[in-house]
């Protein structure tokens, strides 16, 4: 089990925070293209999924996975996507991006008056505190990864 | 109003800007007369800055704006309110749970519009003015104003514009204070320029 990276995109599409852990293979493409990529296939999934449901939904897609990750999702009605890959060891990593919103990005970034709101995040406390959290989630494989 | 029961030294500091992680320190409150004369500090300080109550009351709600956009964040994540279905349900969130959550009182919601567009607000209670009477000379000022921008900036963030305003207010005499809060539209989401 392993967690692979993290995105945080603002309604808008701008991606505010990215991090990385167990990545082995870079996506061959520019990262602001990749950006773009993944807030494009997530904001077009989204209104896929809305459309296909048999009733109204309130959460929306929350993972889905390839043969070899999944991706986790999170939105908040304020726009805000939280997005996490990992292998396909972690059924759900729910409560881990719950977490990383209420407990971290609100309390470190939304409450810090030196962070403008909805600007990529500079906040070096937020890193250290976001990096120590996914570190100790126990679905943090850090010894030989699979993928 | 009481400290969350403390647990060692830590729970008696009072972190204001630098963030603390811990469920239990977010939930720290603060004491309301505190809160009441502080307020009281700064909408002095505004008519000081300012020569007429427009632009004290303009500047208010640009403040409430902006810590709106921001404390929707707090409201979110400490609340787990979904998305609202619709404006009425939104009503009820704002009356029970954001003002209850924040001001600690529960306004009641009426005077709806036949178009369910529109509601009001009544405060039985508004602990911002606890202590205050307005002066003759500032028989235009909308003491409260902040409270519209907050509602404002943090509906924005929700993708609903609104149009937020004091229609009584007990500092002019009335029984009650009403905020009056109407629906103009909702923000759709737009994909960036530039992709397909």
Not at chain 1, 25 to 48: A, D, T, V, W, Y
């Amino acid at each position: 089990m392993t967690i692979h990276n993290l995105y945080i995109f603002e309604r808008g599409g701008r991606c505010l925070f990215y991090s990385e852990w167990h990545r082995r293979r870079g996506p061959g493409i520019p990262q602001e293209e990749e950006f773009k990529l993944m807030f494009g296939m997530l904001f077009s999934l989204r209104s896929f999924v809305a459309k296909m449901s048999p009733t109204d939904m309130r959460d929306g897609f929350v993972a889905f996975h390839t043969s070899k990750y999944r991706l986790h999702y999170l939105e908040t009605p304020s726009g805000l996507r939280l997005v996490l890959n990992t292998d396909l060891g972690v059924p759900s990593a729910r409560e881990a991006l719950q977490h990383i919103y209420g407990n971290l990005f609100v309390e470190l970034v939304v409450k810090n008056p030196l962070c403008p709101p909805r600007a990529p995040v500079q906040s070096l406390l937020f890193r250290q505190r976001l990096d120590a959290f996914v570190r100790s989630l126990p679905y943090f494989g850090p010894r030989n990864p699979q993928n | 109003m009481s400290r969350q029961g403390g647990r060692g030294t830590e729970s008696k500091k009072m972190y204001w800007y630098l963030p603390f992680i811990s469920p239990s320190a977010s939930l720290q409150l603060m004491n309301s007369e505190l809160f009441t004369l502080t307020y009281g500090a700064l909408v002095t300080q505004l008519c000081k800055d300012y020569e007429n109550d427009d632009d004290v009351n303009k500047q208010l709600d640009k403040m409430g704006y902006n810590i709106g956009v921001r404390l929707i964040e707090d409201f979110l994540a400490r609340s787990n309110v979904g998305r609202c279905h619709d404006f009425r349900e939104t009503a009820d969130v704002i009356a029970k749970i954001a003002f209850k959550m924040y001001l600690g009182i529960t306004p009641s919601i009426t005077n709806w519009s036949p178009g369910g567009d529109e509601f009001s607000l009544i405060l039985e209670n508004n602990p911002l003015v606890d202590f205050v009477e307005l002066p003759d000379n500032h028989s235009t000022l909308i003491y409260s104003n902040l409270l519209c921008g907050v509602l404002r900036g943090a509906l924005e963030m929700v993708q609903m514009a609104v149009d937020v305003k004091f229609v009584q207010d007990t500092l002019k005499g009335d029984s009650v204070t009403e905020i009056r809060m109407k629906f103009i539209r909702r923000i759709e989401d737009n994909l960036p320029a530039g992709e397909e």
